[in-house]
């Protein structure tokens, strides 16, 4: 099964289960080896059918410009499916997109998720608070994680706008070197 396919599996499951909700899907290259997780679409968004649209989706293209990434080589999704139309989602609906969020992760089978904001972070399963933790990477198994901001935050914010230039500079690292995974590593620091 191709990786298109996975992710129409993970969509049509999703449409199953919140039938009453008006969901917008991740996009982009289903064979990314970078996928960016959003929080959860607004009103634009939603209008758009697209993950993330107006400034943040400009702001994001000129970090992967400046970083020297395809955005047409990634992979963007948000945590949360739907637009929660002016209010804050329970920590229950967010639990609730999670597994979906992960196969959907799954059926990419990237190198690097970056997640942009507390919500993808904790929706990720890193319970840290983003300032203490922000372009660090994490290994995740079968990719590595890399925590920043959302870039809606650095529309009036130059400080985040600086730290999320930081942060996609070490993405451009990170993508660079090649994945150690924890197995690797037990028997990379093994004696004989």
């Known amino acids: 099964m ?25 996009r982009g290259f289903a064979e990314a080896k970078i996928v960016f997780v959003c929080e959860a679409p607004g009103p634009e968004e939603e209008k758009e059918g697209k993950p993330i649209s107006g400034h943040s989706e400009k702001i994001l293209n000129q970090l992967l410009r400046a970083t020297g990434i395809d955005k047409n080589k990634v992979y963007v999704t948000n945590v949360l499916k739907y637009y929660p139309k002016d209010k804050i989602p329970t920590s ?56 920043t901001f959302h870039p809606q935050h650095a529309v009036n914010d130059e400080q985040i706008k600086a730290h999320l230039q930081n942060d996609f500079i070490k993405l451009r690292e990170l993508i660079k070197k090649p994945l150690v995974l924890d197995s690797e590593k037990e028997t990379s620091t093994t004696t004989i």
């Open 2 to 26: 191709t990786e298109k396919q996975k992710l129409q599996q993970v969509n049509d499951s999703l449409k199953k289960k919140f039938l009453n909700k008006k969901l917008v899907f991740g």
């Open 92 to 147: 229950k609906e967010i639990k609730s997109y999670v597994p979906f969020l992960k196969e959907e992760i799954k059926a990419i089978e990237p190198r690097v998720v970056v997640t942009l904001g507390n919500m993808a972070l904790n929706g990720i399963g890193l319970r840290q608070p983003l300032d203490n933790i922000h372009g660090r990477s994490f290994n995740f198994g079968s990719y590595d994680l890399l925590p």
